[in-house]
């Protein structure tokens, strides 16, 4: 609400929607995936006049960095997760391990399932190796680095870069242990995996005819404001 109700134009033409209103159509419209003649029935406005609320709520809150969360955490876990687009403009929207077309976010969380960092879209086709590095130098802005970063074995091989801070479970019968074994890795690196499943609830995600720069925008908005 603070945010939208501070991105309202201070000169021009009165909006026809209030902070209240433009905050629940946003809500509605990545939820359930509403088409804009259902929004112009529920709030008695033209359906353009919908659609450009929606779009300004979007770019607003994309634009505004999310709140990190107040308390400590014990560990932080990463990961991606891919969403279907409908084309890609790029050869590499296409990846051939789960055969669709999409772009990549990389998420980190804590111990308590609250999201910390959102990476930019990335091509489905790249690795979360190439993702992470991509994006350390960003990313080592926001993170306690005496906290351990949990990972997947996608991640072997960032000892180095993150001065030992990401911990990976090892690959069984190598004879040089670079990294300690974590105990209840995977019990713990599922808190990522759960966040995924809520972000999975919002339908506009599986609208394939979104451009895949929307999709990108609402996930990020999604995991940033409505997922905490």
């Not at 105990?183 to 609208?207: D, I």
Request: proline share 5%.
């Amino acid at each position: 609400m603070r945010v939208l109700r501070s991105r309202r134009p201070a000169t021009g033409r009165p909006q026809c929607l209030t902070a209240l209103e433009q905050a629940v159509l946003f809500l509605f419209k990545p939820r359930y995936n509403l088409p804009d003649r259902a929004l112009e029935a529920l709030f008695g406005v033209d359906h353009v006049t919908a659609s450009r609320a929606f779009n300004r709520a979007l770019a607003s809150l994309n634009k505004v960095r999310a709140p990190l969360p107040a308390a400590e955490a014990a560990w932080y876990v990463v990961d991606t997760t891919t969403l279907r687009i409908g084309k890609g403009e790029q050869h590499g929207h296409f990846t051939g391990y789960k055969h669709l077309i999409g772009v990549k976010l990389q998420v980190v969380v804590n111990d308590r399932r609250e999201v910390v960092d959102v990476s930019p879209a990335h091509l489905a086709s790249a690795h979360d190796y190439r993702i992470f590095v991509r994006e350390w130098h960003r990313l080592a802005q926001k993170l306690d680095r005496a906290v351990p970063l949990l990972a997947g074995k996608a991640y072997i091989g960032l000892h180095r870069l993150t001065e030992g801070q990401i911990q990976v479970p090892l690959k069984r019968g190598t004879r040089h242990q670079v990294v300690p074994t974590v105990e209840n890795l995977p019990s713990k690196r599922v808190r990522v995996e759960h966040v995924f499943a809520r972000l999975k609830l919002f339908r506009a995600l599986t609208n394939s005819h979104f451009h895949h720069s929307r999709i990108a925008a609402m996930a990020t908005v999604i995991l940033n404001w409505l997922i905490r």
